[in-house]
C-alpha cells in the first residue's frame, strides 16, 4: 500500500538505502555526552545481502552524502566523511565479537552494525549474538533473508521447512536476539527500525538486535517519509531507586556485621566506579568482584578483595563464606560467582541485589533494589553518611591482612626463578603485569587465562579487565580487541589467547592489519586444551582429547605433539611476529610489542598441558557433574568427591 504523503515529504530510497540513511541519524544521549547510536557497519557480501545492503553503503555509507570518498572515521557526519563507515570482515560471528568489544569499551553508548548474505552467512552470526545478548551488549544484526515474494523457492541456501512457508534459517537468531524482526515489507522497516533503537539503547534489555532483511525487499524502492530520517537522540536512561527500597537497603546495610560487596559488570556499564570508591571509602565495606566486574575498584584500593567465586581470591572467597550480607551491585550470579551455590554459606545470609533488571535484582531471593548502579550507589552513600557508617575494625583488619597474604602469593606466582627459561602461564601475566600503565587494555574469553587473571591480575584502571566470560566463547579475544582499539584508539590493547582459542578464529588478524588497527597479539602455546585437560582430570576424564598430539600406534592421542607452528600462521596473516622462549625474551617482545604502532603478535611456548600453570588452585567448587557409574576407577572416585561436595549446595529461600 502506497503512503499517502505528498511527494515533496517524501524521499525514495530502497529500503536498505533507507535503513543505512535511518542508522547514521541516530544517537544516543547519558550524562550530556552524545554519540552515534550505530557508528559503523561490519559485512561480508553475498547474495543475500551484496545488491541489497552492499549497494547502499556504497551509495551512502563509505562515499558520503556528496558523493566524494572520504576517509573512515567512525562517529563523523560532517560533510565528506562517511554517513556510515564500513569496515571488512572475514567471519560473520568475529564480526560480531568486534562489534561486541567496541559496544563494551563504549560503555554501551555507541554500536556497530554487521551485516551478512542470506542462509550460512546468516547463521554464522548465532554464536557472536548469543555472546552479545548474554553479556547484555548491544549488536544489531543485519543479516540478509530469502525472498519475501517468493519467485522461485528455494533460493541458494534456503532452507525449505516442508510444513511453515515463513521459517528460514535466520529464525535461530530468534532465542539469541532481544529483538528481532523481519522485514517482509518495506514500510515495516519503519516501526521495526524504531523498535530495534529502543532495544540497542535499553541499559535492561540491551544485546543483540536482528533485523533479517529479504533479499528481494532490500532492494526495493520505497516514498519514505523524510522524518524517518531525521536525528534522533535516544536517551540511555539512569533509573532512580525506589525511596522503599532504598530505605530498606539502609536498613539492611546498617545491621549487617560481615557485609561483602560483589560488583558485576554492571558497575562498568553505568560508569559507577566513582560511586563504588566513594561508597567503599565511606564504609569500608568489602568489594570482590565478578569477571565482568573486575577492575571496579582499583586492585589496590583498601577495600578490593579481588575475584570472586571458582577463579577467585582466598580473600574474597573466605569473606563469602562467613558474609551476613553480599550486596551484589550488577551481577547476574553466575555458577562461577557462587560457586554453584555453595559459597555463601554463613547460616543466616542475606543478599540485597542492586540491579537495573529487575530479573537479576530479585536473584538468590534477595531484598531488591532496582536501579540504576552509579545513582542508587551515590543514594546508599549520601544515606548512610549521616550515620558515619563503617565496618568494625576487626573486619577490616582481617581483610586487609588476608588480602596482603594473597598478593604474596600472586608476586609468587608472577615470579621466575631463573628467567632464562621457559614461563609459566602466570609468569607471562607477570612480565605483563611490570610493563603495563592503567592504560594498557587486556582482552580475553576461554581457556585457563580467564581463571589466572581473575586471581592474579591486578586492574589498574576501570576498563583494563576485558574478559568476556558470560559466553567465554573462544575465538572472542582477536576481533573484540579490534573492536576495543576500534573504540579507544590511542591505548594499547593486547588479545591474549591461547592456542585452541588461536585456532579457533585467527582470521580477523587479516582486518586489523588491512585497516591498520594496531592491536597486540600474545599467543601463549601450551599444545591444547590445558584448562579443559585439568578440569577433565578432576571429573574422571582422564584428559581425554584435550592435548594436541598425534595418534599413537594404540590409536590414542598419546603421540608427538602436533607440528604446528602458530607464529608462522600469524605471521602469514600479514602480522608482525616476535618469538619468545624464555622469561627474558619475553620480557623484550613484550615491551617492543608495547611499543609498536603495527599489529604485532607475541608467540611464547608456556609449560606443557601436562604440568600445573603455577597458579594458585580453585578457591571454590565448580560444578560439572561427574558419571554416577562408571568402571574405570578414576571416574568413581571423582564421584565420590563430587557427592560430598555436591552435598554442600544450598538454595537461598
Ligand atoms: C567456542 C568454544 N568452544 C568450546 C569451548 C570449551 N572450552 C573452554 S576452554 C577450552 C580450551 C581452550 O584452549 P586454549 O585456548 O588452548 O587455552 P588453554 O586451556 O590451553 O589455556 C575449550 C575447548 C569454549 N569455551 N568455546
Ligand atoms: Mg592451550
Not at 597474604?405 to 626463578?417: H, L
Amino acid at each position: 500500500m502506497p503512503m499517502t504523503e505528498p511527494t515533496s515529504t517524501t524521499t525514495r530510497l530502497t529500503v536498505a538505502q533507507a535503513l543505512v540513511r535511518f542508522l547514521a541519524a541516530q544517537y544516543t544521549e547519558r550524562d550530556g555526552v552524545r554519540r552515534r547510536l550505530v557508528s559503523a557497519t561490519w559485512g561480508i557480501f553475498g547474495h543475500g545481502n551484496v545488491a541489497g545492503l552492499g549497494q547502499a553503503l556504497l551509495e551512502y555509507g563509505e562515499y558520503g552524502e556528496s558523493g566524494a570518498y572520504a576517509a573512515v572515521s567512525p562517529g563523523g557526519t560532517a560533510a565528506g566523511t562517511p554517513v556510515m563507515p564500513y569496515h571488512q570482515g572475514r567471519n560473520e560471528q568475529s564480526m560480531v565479537h568486534a562489534a561486541v568489544g567496541y559496544a563494551r569499551q563504549s560503555n554501551r553508548l555507541s554500536a556497530q552494525a554487521v551485516t551478512t548474505s542470506v542462509g550460512p552467512g546468516a547463521t554464522n552470526l548465532v554464536t557472536g549474538a548469543a555472546l552479545a545478548t548474554i553479556n547484555r551488549l548491544p549488536v544489531l544484526l543485519l543479516p540478509g533473508d530469502v525472498f519475501a515474494t517468493r519467485p522461485a523457492d528455494p533460493v541458494l541456501q534456503q532452507l525449505e521447512v516442508p510444513y511453515a512457508g515463513d521459517v528460514s534459517v535466520n529464525d535461530c537468531l530468534r532465542p539469541v536476539s532481544r529483538y528481532f524482526d523481519r522485514i517482509t515489507r518495506p514500510e515495516a522497516l519503519i516501526p521495526a527500525a524504531l523498535q530495534a533503537m529502543r532495544v540497542l539503547a535499553d541499559p535492561v534489555d540491551t544485546g543483540a538486535v536482528t533485523l533479517a532483511l529479504p533479499q528481494d525487499v532490500q532492494a526495493e524502492a520505497f516514498d519514505w517519509p523524510v522524518g524517518f530520517f531525521a536525528e534522533r537522540v535516544w536517551s540511555v536512561r539512569r533509573p532512580v531507586a525506589d525511596p522503599e527500597e532504598l530505605a530498606a537497603a539502609v536498613r539492611a546495610v546498617r545491621e549487617a556485621r560481615r557485609p561483602l560487596l560483589v560488583a558485576g559488570g554492571g558497575v562498568h556499564h553505568s560508569e559507577a566506579e566513582d560511586a563504588l570508591r566513594r561508597f567503599a571509602d565511606l564504609t569500608r565495606i568489602p568489594v570482590a568482584s565478578t569477571q565482568a566486574g573486575k577492575g571496579s575498584l582499583a586492585w589496590d584500593h583498601p577495600a578490593d578483595v579481588g575475584g570472586i567465586g571458582h577463579t577467585g581470591t582466598a580473600t574474597a572467597c573466605e569473606l563469602a563464606r562467613t558474609a551476613d550480607l553480599v550486596i551484589g551491585v550488577g551481577t547476574r550470579y553466575t555458577d562461577f560467582t557462587t560457586a554453584s551455590g555453595t559459597l555463601f554459606a554463613a547460616p543466616g545470609v542475606r543478599f540485597l541485589n542492586l540491579n537495573i533488571a529487575s530479573f537479576d535484582a530479585h536473584k538468590l531471593a534477595g531484598q531488591p533494589l532496582v536501579a540504576d548502579a552509579r545513582s542508587a550507589l551515590e543514594a546508599l552513600t549520601e544515606a548512610l553518611a549521616p550515620h558515619g557508617h563503617r565496618a568494625a575494625d576487626s573486619y577490616v583488619t582481617e581483610y586487609t591482612d588476608d588480602k596482603e597474604r594473597w598478593e604474596y602469593r600472586v608476586d609468587a606466582a608472577y615470579e621466575a626463578e631463573d628467567p632464562d627459561t621457559r614461563p609459566t602461564q602466570p609468569q607471562v601475566l607477570g612480565v605483563l603485569d611490570a610493563l603495563v600503565t592503567g592504560d594498557d587494555i587486556l582482552v580475553n574469553a576461554a581457556g585457563s587465562l580467564p581463571g589466572d587473571l581473575h586471581k592474579l591480575w591486578r586492574a589498574r584502571s576501570r576498563d583494563q579487565y576485558h574478559v568476556e566470560y558470560g559466553y567465554s566463547c573462544m575465538g572472542y579475544e582477536i576481533p573484540a580487541a579490534i573492536g576495543v582499539r576500534m573504540a579507544a584508539p590511542d591505548r594499547p590493547v593486547w588479545a591474549l589467547v591461547g592456542d585452541g582459542t588461536y585456532l579457533m578464529m585467527p582470521t580477523e588478524i587479516v582486518t586489523a592489519v588491512q585497516e591498520g588497527i594496531a592491536i597486540k597479539v600474545v599467543i601463549l602455546q601450551n599444545h591444547g586444551y590445558a584448562s579443559i585437560g585439568g578440569l577433565s582430570e578432576t571429573v574422571g576424564g582422564e584428559r581425554f582429547a584435550t592435548a594436541y598430539r598425534h595418534r599413537s600406534a594404540d590409536g590414542t592421542y598419546t603421540g608427538r605433539p602436533l607440528p604446528v607452528d602458530l607464529a608462522a600462521n600469524a605471521a602469514s596473516l600479514g602480522m608482525r611476529v616476535l618469538r619468545a622462549k624464555t622469561v627474558d625474551d619475553l620480557r623484550t617482545a613484550l615491551a617492543e610489542a608495547r611499543a609498536a604502532d603495527t599489529p604485532t603478535c607475541v608467540y611464547v611456548e608456556t609449560e606443557t598441558a601436562d604440568t600445573v600453570s603455577g597458579a594458585p588452585p580453585a578457591q571454590a567448587w565448580w560444578d560439572v557433574p561427574v558419571a554416577e557409574t562408571a568402571t574405570r576407577p578414576s571416574a568413581v572416585k571423582a564421584r565420590e568427591l563430587y557427592e560430598r561436595l555436591a552435598a554442600t549446595r544450598r538454595r537461598h529461600l
